[in-house]
Structure formats: structure tokens, C-alpha cells
């Protein structure tokens, strides 16, 4: 018996080491992948990302090539016919920029004009431009997709139901723009361009509004200031879910929190942004523009933070004495539920675009 009792505790101890060597291995074996996948996650791919500045430019502005090339998305869209996405009274055309880049535009008359006889052709629409009355709207959108890109649909119907002229256009390598490489210096000089362009085309027949979101904001901010400096003003300016800057952008997007930890986050992350002119400081911009200004900004913003809107618009009104008909910020409830891109379907925002032209037509004309 006592022998049969040595043997059974002898292969009990054998099967126990036998358990414990095997998890001792597998300890092992998962401490060192944890290890190296660490080094790889945090060390080496942050470093790979400080010195490419091509991979912080398609970070930035999410031309990507592989799976779904998100600035050519939806990808189904025949840019020639923009019925063929809904749009009502609306042509497709092309704008060689004074840097040879061809950018592709859409220009979208106002609701009471869809039922005349207006030619589709690019001399009658322009000809509507110079003759118009109806306030006109320059968008500039943001860093995914392109003009067809459904919410922007949505924005445009709904300006095209207000009664304003529409135009729209891609940055280079976005849509059907010719593909070249992108900077913050070659899409503000593409809106700039546009902006310019829609100027001469309009000949002071109707007040111009800029339209920018997400990181459209930074482009039109960039574009406002630039225009400022050469004694351009324009009637004036929507920022839809704004940030004061790509540094603090960077730093509070929801991607960014997995490294902001690291003690090298802001060297290895933050500033080659700021060391290859991919900045967008819309907060130091805001502060040369002349015309009155409309923030918008939805309170659950899961993209960018809905205090950086706030801080955009602190900066913007202490630079303009406090005015706040110079400018003005929009506050949308989170209950709501718009999110980032779907501040067209605020219910009030028809009213508040009305109001903002209204007011901002009697505040230029008092400057």
C-alpha cells in the first residue's frame, strides 16, 4: 500500500513539474512576443513615422493606396454627371491653377433657378455667377472622400434649398484633381486659386461665403488670411467642427492616445508635422481675418474634440475685441447624436445660416 501511495505521489510531483515547466515555456514565450511587439509598436514604428514624411502626410490627410483609397471614395462617382448622385442643376467643371494643377469642381445653382432655361454649358453658369444676387458658397471639405462624399451631398441640397449658389471642388489628388503630391502650401494654394477664381467669375453681383470643415477649417482659415494680407475681404466665413491646430489635433485625436503616453510623443508624433510645414494653425490665421465668422461644433465630436473648437473661437474673439457679431459659435448638443460629419441634418442650421448672412451682410457693410 505504501508503495502504491510512493508511486502515486512520484507521478503526481512528475506531472505537476511537467505542468509547471510547460506554463514556465509559455510564460516565457509570451513575455518575450509582449516585449518585442512593444518595441515594434511603440519604438520603432514611432521612429519610422518622425523621418517619413510621406507617412505623415498620408496620415494627415488620408491619401492612402492600399484597401480603399479614401480620397477617391465613393469610388462609383462619374464626377460628369452629378445628377447621377442627385444633385439637381448642377455642372462638373475643370480649373487649370496658376501651379498647372487641374482641379475638378462642381458648381450647383440655387433652387430657384432649376426651373429656367439655363444651358449646361460652362458659359451660361458662368454668366448666372456674374448676374446673381443670391448669395454663393465656396466649400472646402475635408481630409476623406471627395465632393460626392455623402454628407457633403446633403450640405449642398440643403444651400441649394436656402436659394445659394454652390461651388465645390476637390484639392489636387483628391477625386478627379490631377494627382499631385500633397502639402499644406499646395491645398491652400488649389482653394486660393478657387477662391480667386469664383471672385472674378462673381464680380461683386453677390456676397461670397467660405465653407470649411474638419481639416477643410484649416485650409479656409489659411486661404482667409492670405487674402486678408492682400487687402481681400469676403462676405464671410462658416469653420464646421474646427481645431486651433494640427499640434493639439495630433495630440488629442482618439488614434493619438495609444502613444500619447510616451515620455518621446511629441517629438517622435508632434513635431515633424510642425517641422515640415503641415501645421494649419488655424488660431494664429483666425486672428488676420477680417470677415465675420460662424464656428459649428457638435459636442459629441469623436474626430476633433469639441474644446478645441472652443479654444479656436477664444482665440478668434479676443483677437477681435470681443465682438461676438463678428464672431460667433454654435454649441450642438451631444443628445443630438451629429457627430462629426452630420451637423447638416441640425435642425436649427438652416435658421442659423439665414441669421449669420443676414447679420454678416450689415457688419461688412459697416466695415
Excluded at 519610422?48 to 488620408?62: A, E, G, M, P
Excluded at 515620455?263 to 488676420?288: A, C, G
Excluded at 459659435?329 to 448672412?357: S, V
Amino acid at each position: 500500500m505504501k508503495a502504491l501511495r510512493c508511486l502515486s505521489l512520484v507521478l503526481a510531483l512528475s506531472l505537476a513539474a511537467l505542468v509547471f515547466s510547460s506554463t514556465g515555456t509559455f510564460l516565457l514565450w509570451a513575455m518575450k512576443v509582449s516585449i518585442v511587439t512593444y518595441l515594434i509598436v511603440f519604438g520603432i514604428l514611432p521612429l519610422v513615422f518622425h523621418y517619413s514624411y510621406t507617412i505623415q502626410r498620408k496620415i494627415l490627410f488620408l491619401n492612402f493606396d492600399i484597401l480603399v483609397d479614401s480620397v477617391y471614395w465613393p469610388r462609383s462617382v462619374d464626377f460628369e454627371k452629378p445628377e447621377a448622385v442627385g444633385l439637381e442643376g448642377a455642372r462638373n467643371f475643370y480649373v487649370k491653377t496658376d501651379q498647372d494643377v487641374n482641379i475638378g469642381a462642381w458648381q450647383i445653382l440655387p433652387r430657384s433657378l432649376l426651373n429656367t432655361s439655363i444651358s449646361c454649358t460652362s458659359e451660361a453658369f458662368e454668366s448666372v455667377l456674374a448676374s446673381s444676387k443670391r448669395p454663393v458658397i465656396l466649400y472646402m471639405h475635408g481630409n476623406s472622400g471627395n465632393r460626392a462624399s455623402g454628407h457633403r451631398l446633403e450640405l449642398y441640397r440643403l444651400f441649394q434649398n436656402l436659394d445659394y449658389h454652390v461651388v465645390c471642388f476637390d484639392y489636387r489628388s483628391y477625386g478627379d484633381s490631377d494627382d499631385v503630391d500633397l502639402s499644406e502650401t499646395g491645398v491652400v494654394a488649389d482653394s486660393k486659386y478657387m477662391l480667386e477664381w469664383l471672385i472674378k467669375k462673381v464680380k461683386n453681383s453677390a456676397p461670397i461665403y467660405v465653407w470649411g470643415h474638419s481639416l477643410g477649417t484649416g485650409v479656409a482659415s489659411h486661404v482667409l488670411a492670405l487674402m486678408a494680407s492682400e487687402g481681400v475681404r469676403i462676405a464671410g466665413l462658416f469653420l464646421e467642427a474646427p481645431f486651433n491646430n494640427i499640434a493639439d489635433e495630433l495630440s488629442e485625436h482618439p488614434f493619438a492616445q495609444l502613444f500619447k503616453h510616451l515620455p518621446w510623443f511629441h517629438w517622435m508624433i508632434v513635431q515633424p508635422f510642425y517641422d515640415n510645414e503641415l501645421r494649419f494653425e488655424s488660431d494664429k490665421h483666425i486672428t488676420k481675418i477680417e470677415c465675420p465668422i460662424m464656428i459649428l461644433h457638435a459636442q459629441d465630436d469623436g474626430v476633433i474634440p469639441f474644446f478645441l473648437g472652443e479654444k479656436l473661437y477664444k482665440a478668434a474673439l479676443e483677437s477681435h475685441g470681443n465682438e461676438t457679431q463678428r464672431v460667433q459659435m454654435e454649441r450642438i448638443d451631444a443628445a443630438l447624436g451629429l457627430g462629426h460629419k452630420w451637423i447638416c441634418r441640425y435642425d436649427k442650421l438652416p435658421e442659423l445660416i439665414t441669421n449669420f448672412l443676414a447679420k454678416s451682410t450689415k457688419t461688412t457693410q459697416a466695415l
